[in-house]
């Protein structure tokens, strides 16, 4: 007899084979997280059952099993071995294995060169993944398959990882978007992330075999496989028991499984994990804790039937919620309604805008104002008056309840919003980044993965002992930390305790990033639904040292400000815009998604269309298919710098055609070796402007899937050059840049670097074609022709020394006459934008980041708000050399200081910093970028982008900044008045 | 922004205990004799735990990388517990000034004294590129030469260790060897004795002999070597104990040492003269420090060869290495030579590798992640797995992936003739067989 025991992420596997290798018994089920508990049991049940004698060869997998297989003295089996184990015995002549499971994904080559993969850290778990999907899509995964199976198309969904991807998802439910496509589009998400973090390059051929549960349960995600890989794989049968089955395989040595649960008890009991101190000391500390916090109310008066007198209405339609409140001309609450959206928030919207109507015939709207993620839909869809961002709403809110309030912090669903406020405005604002968000929505999902309510499980961890301690990351880091945790024997209260201190861990040290309490401020209000919560509000008093203000409507804040912004902005005795009775009765909404095809972005677009024939277009990147008309692109340095670029066209050249791919800092250096090699007689040609295309092309050769988007681009570039038949690819390392004078080095950071060595180890399609990445040091200009004579040398015969001096010459010329172009266009945009009155946004980034694939349009966005944009480097030679409190070193971000140096200077600029995902130098950046403008006197601002494509959260802090802005300038105004 | 920081001053020396950050445990306890010698009162911090992460992700950004974080977390763990008169306490932090965000910890420590109240400690700075003029370490030749001979000592302990221990015959002789053999170095090193060519020609032998004697069953064991960004490499704080996790494991550790780190920066130097340009005495200057540094080396290969244990290569063959796979110009962080620590653990018989690094750790997106492929492809017998350490990491995810590899690897012990098995060929019942050893 052979046992086989499986401990996954959220199921339990188990297997009991004869000797002859017949399954006699298996099970697979959900453990909730009591790993301990449920191996227990289900080893009694086989003693008693299943096993004559309860005596058994018996070795434990899985990846919570480790730790438990230690602990009792049962052999372990690396799951990956153990599936492989089970693979050659079943199914011999399979050549990969694809296996998915609740949080792990790994791929098995099996022939020509065993090779494992498994997901980075960073990845997120697959099943988990579309379990969390599913539960933001309200299905059952069941209930998701069967609908993918009915998708016409699919969304781009970020596939880096499940947070990424969610901040896709949601939008799209917002926008509308059919359930179905977004489904189908969940599940080639997680085929595009599977194949692109683990088979990084390998070619996934012959014989497939499909594993674990996603794979098994659902169709669509194997088809997409498939689809996607060219192949025919096999699901087989016990697909889901390889692990426990391999695990049965190896075992070679024989437990009583009574005396193995035994010592399972025992373990369970001498609990160790890491703690932290419980949330209340005492049933009284509590008792006084609820009786502060009911203090915190707003005035509520009956919304009587006859109720004639003018009301103010506020609908805040969030990420997962919508929320309503219907106030007096006192700010005093008639009515207010909660709900979550349900993935589309009009149709209810509707229903409680006719249940006011019905139950009060002598209503007399006076303001309708819409705010959140859906704003721009509800306002167009029911003719509201008035739509404010959402951090203002909250902001007036706030104010309302405490005059003198200055930090706020509001954690909802899915987003996480501070503002601290000085002089009455807002001073600056933390926004969660794509990278740890979750929270609410998080809480909730873990909740239910653990099979509890979220009231109920938060209740749980209120008088928890010892509350495990998860850290302050990213929310799939938590999951992993949970997972240990559980198998250090962690009871369910202690998580949820927890997982409440997490989430205020993570506003605080992650989103806020403060060190002290008073750096915070002292008047502190709390809001978002996550803070009914009380185990995430005592937290977060307990963590900062404060007692704070939760107001009673926590979760209203954002519709109760909006109808404060609208009272404020409608005058005496006006009537809203509100669709009547009639028309709402009439209302109806139809969705379709299409695509742009007026410019090569050619955006997804959602087109919702309403009774009245209006319609409501999102998606977009541009005003194009709004207005009709294309931007001129004449406010946008970023537009300039592209065309600069771009006009660089290849000449006929005698000694053949040189490639360049254009990413990374060719951004900047095209002109200069293009000149460089033009004079040489070589026809030069660059890659084309990245694409999501030109990306998923070169992504299957990505080594380090934490790298940053920038980088993994280079990918595609070099795919595509290799297939042009060149002569040579020229793309070479550079430690150092050139010395503008304004740092104490000027070097590249370390992927600009040296990333041509990661191509020349990793692409192999750079086995044809003749690749150029010596190392190459434009900073000493009179060294480079020795040097750059030696290196060309090596690859062609006959340039003479002379030749490359005069190329070199020209290349530093035309190097300075583009940097000059670019100060020049600068000014130029400065001056008009001076001359209309517009704002002046200074979009710091690298060269690199003019490229439309890695900002996604963020610069156009920010001329659509009626902004000027010009660039870090247009302005970084207005300031003197001056000292920063950190290593100034690299040129590129020597650049970003001196900008943000000269902003200061400037009462009409402010600078906005791009930072891409991973950049891990502008870890040291931002906090100096930050602290720079701070000390004079200006917003920071900063926008995390990667792989993802959705600019809703980009949209609300530029939104955000630009009222925080207007605030100030209305007040310095009135101040001078 | 910029804000005042106080400097160290020489007659701080006098009055002012140093704290130096753990990095290497058996190595920085004799370069803390060394400082001892030069008149320094230092103490090698010890603490660990939680609070040491936690005061980092407090004070410094989240996204720094993670030695960053445990290194200042640590320096402000030791600060808060009140058993440091504040008035006269420095820290001391190395800097080696290279393109890596590694260059940049003393200004993020200098800001997170300054935020958590500490703005009055002065923290010196261990660099041989000319940074931090006013705070540096004065540097003497004699002192240097101790300095070199501290962390040749220590690379010697570590590797007579790693090569002693998983099979000694007596649990613990392998360990007692390496604190007996500590303390006497650190005792001479104090008294400014131990250090000269001559001494240390003596005295390494001594040191290999003795290990040689301890009884021993030599039985074939999975090899693993570690290589990685240098703190996490070494680091028991910083790699979750990797060499004691990887100890319980059965296996043999080969962790290259901390000596090839300090020639690979010294050859660096002139190397960037020789790729770009540049003068006279920067074209020279790596020749005369490996030089220097090149007696030494011969002396612990020889006391290695000569006692039957596996000696590193010379710094100079190990510089042959690289070529074709990566180019000797790719300088930050632990740069070509973390390739080159790869190859040579693979030829070696190492080839079960460790490539340890900070989650987003940049230098090795192409020294070591970005190079896997290659030697892959070079020797096919390599089997590499990348290792991300984090402040939310955790360590079951680790040892998973440590533990997918060490399977890999007996399977391969188990089977020598097939490095690469091809598993097609295998028969269901070779496999059960096979598997059955592991």
Redesign the interface.
Known sequence: MKVGLDVGSTTIKCVVMNDADQILYSTYERHYSHILEKSEELLRRMAKDYVPGGRALFSISG??G??MADSVGVP??????AT??AA??LI??T?VIIELGGEDAKILF?????E?R?N???AGGTGAFIDQMATLLKMSADEMDAAAQKACKTYTIASRCGVFAKSDVQPLINQGARAEDIAASIYQAVVNQTIAGLA??RPIRGQVLYLGGPLTFSRVLRDSFDKTLGVQGLCPENSLLFVAMGAA??S?TEFDLAEVADRLQKTGASMSY?SQPPLFASEEEYEAFKARHAKATVPRVPFGTDYSAPVHIGIDSGSTTVKMVVMDEDGRILFTDYRPNLGNPVPLIKLVLEQIYAAHPALHVASVTTTGYGEDLAKAAFHADYGVVETVAHFTAARHFLPDVDFIIDIGGQDMKCFKIEDGAISNIFLNEACSSGCGSFLQTFAQALGYDVKEFAKLGLFAERPV??????TV??N??V??AQ?DGATIENISAGLSISVVKNAI??VI?A?SPEELGRSIVVQGGTFYNEAVLRAFEKEMGVNVIRPDIAGLMGAYGAALYGKGKAEAGRTSTLLNRETLAAFTQETKSELCGRCGNNCQLTVNTFADGQTLISGNRCDRPVTGKADSGERNLYEYKRKLILGYKPVKGPRGKIGMPLCLNFWELYPFWYTFFTRLGFAVVHSPLSSRDLYLKGQGTI??D??CFP?KLAHGHIQFLAGLGLDAIFYP?M??NIDEGLGQ?H?????V???P??L???CPELQSTKFI?????I??P???V??MDGILAKYFSGISRKEVQEASDAAYAEYAQHMALIRAEGQRIIDSARAEGRRIIVLAGRPYHVDPEVNHGIDTLITRFGAAVITEDSISDRVEK??????N??TYHSRLYAAAKYCTTQSDMDLVQLVSF?C?????T???TR??LQ?GGKLYTQLKIDEITNLGAVRIRLRSLFAALDEQDEKRKNEEA | ???TYPRFTPDMKKTHKLLIPNMAPVQFRILAAAMEHEGYQVELLGNCG?QVAEQG???V?????YPALLVIGQFLDALNSGKYDLDHTALIITQTG????A??Y???L??ALH??GYGNIPVLSLNFSG?EKDSSLPMTVPFARMLLAAIYYGDLLVSLKAQTMPYEVHGGDAAAMQDKWLNVICDKVRAGKGYSDREMKAAMPKIAADFAAIPVRRTPKVKVGVVGEIYVKYSPLGNNDLEKFLATQDCEVNLPGLMGFVQYCAYNFSE?AR????SFFEMHESAVILKFIAGMEKTIIKALRDNGYHAPLSFEELTKLPDG???M?????EGWLLTAEMIELVRAGYENIICAQP?????????G??????I?ELY?QSNIT?I?Y????????????I??M???AR?RLASPSTP?????E???AE??AQ??N?
Request: charged share 25%; with cysteine.
């Open positions: 990846s919570a480790m730790g372990f089996v690396q799951e990956v071995f492989r184990v050659n015995k011999p002549g050549d099996l022939t020509n060169g065993m494992v498994m980075g850290s960073c990084q390059g395989f190896y070679d890491r301690d998860l850290g302050s990351r990213c880091f938590m992993s930390s997972k240990q198998k040290y992650k990033r060190s080594p380090s934490t790298a980088a390392c430690t150092y080095n070097y590249n950071c370390p992927v670097a040296y990333y060595e990661v020349n180890g990793n990445y010596d190392y190459v040091g900073h000493r009179k060294d480079f020795g040097k001056f000292r920063t409190s950190v290593l070193q690299w991973g891990g130098v502008d870890a040291i931002t906090d100096e602290e720079i000390e | 922004m910029e804000f939680s992700l407090k004070y950004h989240n996204d720094t990388c290279g393109g890596c965000r260059s940049n003393i200004f993020l200098r800001k935020k958590a940074l960037t790729l770009y340009g540049g796979v990566i180019g110009g790719d300088k930050m962080g989650f987003g750790c940049l230098p090795n997106h192409i020294c992640k970005g190079m896997i492929n290659k892959r096919p990348p991300d984090d402040p939310s990491a955790t360590r079951v995810n680790q040892e998973n992936r533990k997918l060490l399977a890999v399977e690469a098995p091809e598993s097609t295998e028969t269901p496999v059960g598997t059955a592991v």
